[in-house]
T-cell receptor, first 115, second 112 residues
Framework: DTAVSQTPKYLVTQMGNDKSIKCEQN?????MYWYKQDSKKFLKIMFS???????INETVPNRFSPKSPDKAHLNLHINSLELGDSAVYFC??????????????FGPGTRLTVT | KQEVTQIPAALSVPEGENLVLNCSFT??????LQWFRQDPGKGLTSLLL?????REQTSGRLNASLDKSSGRSTLYIAASQPGDSATYLC???????????FGTGTRLTIIP
């Protein structure tokens, strides 16, 4: 009965590789997010999708490309991985209607280590 | 640009004591404020959500208050327990924007 799930939980890869992280939510939410938590534990938004449409795209390198095949899934693909991409990536979901103030629910995170 | 700060960065308290965690934000035009806890190596667990029109929210031993005009929120934890040890994060959402802006976090340690 997991609400927001991510795979894999851990990902160790070499510089230059391409990798993907998957996220799924079974809460029926229409908005999903990707956040990055750096080594100093600071969390920052990367992307947000509402009904499969990109609505937030912070200053993130083009190497990062989110893809939302449907409302329940938001995957993150990263090309040409760099050492600085090492971080914990969190997926989250919520209702995105600005007329409502619903909570965001977070997945368990994916710890990416680039060597 | 919204900035969220949490002070102190770390706090150690003997078991059983009541404590207050602080969160301040620079832009008072917020839609809501959410408190989370994060255990080491784990994800975020939502604790409380306060709408901009509310002054406080309570859940068990937790009470969160919001003062929009001064740009401050507090999380009060009563009768602290070792299981409360975690990092506590506050995050704000501004009008017209879906994203949460997170604070820097307070690492709380309850000493048995």
């Amino acid at each position: 009965d997991t609400a927001v799930s991510q795979t894999p939980k851990y990902l160790v890869t070499q510089m230059g590789n391409d990798k993907s992280i998957k996220c799924e939510q079974n809460l029926g939410h229409d908005t999903m997010y990707w956040y990055k938590q750096d080594s100093k534990k600071f969390l920052k938004i990367m992307f947000s999708y509402n009904n499969k449409e990109l609505i937030i795209n912070e200053t993130v390198p083009n190497r990062f490309s989110p893809k939302s095949p449907d409302k329940a899934h938001l995957n993150l693909h990263i090309n040409s991985l760099e050492l600085g991409d090492s971080a914990v990536y969190f997926c989250a979901s919520s209702w995105g209607d600005s007329g409502r103030a619903y909570e965001q629910y977070f997945g368990p995170g994916t710890r990416l280590t680039v060597t | 640009k919204q900035e969220v700060t949490q002070i102190p960065a770390a706090l150690s308290v003997p078991e059983g004591e009541n404590l207050v965690l602080n969160c301040s934000f620079t832009d008072s035009a917020i839609y809501n404020l959410q408190w989370f806890r994060q255990d080491p190596g784990k994800g975020l667990t939502s604790l409380l959500l306060i709408q901009s029109s509310q002054r406080e929210q309570t859940s068990g031993r937790l009470n969160a208050s919001l003062d929009k005009s001064s740009g401050r929120s507090t999380l009060y934890i009563a009768a602290s327990q070792p299981g409360d040890s975690a990092t506590y994060l506050c995050a704000v959402r501004v009008y017209g924007n879906e994203k949460l802006t997170f604070g820097t976090g307070t690492r709380l340690t309850i000493i048995p």
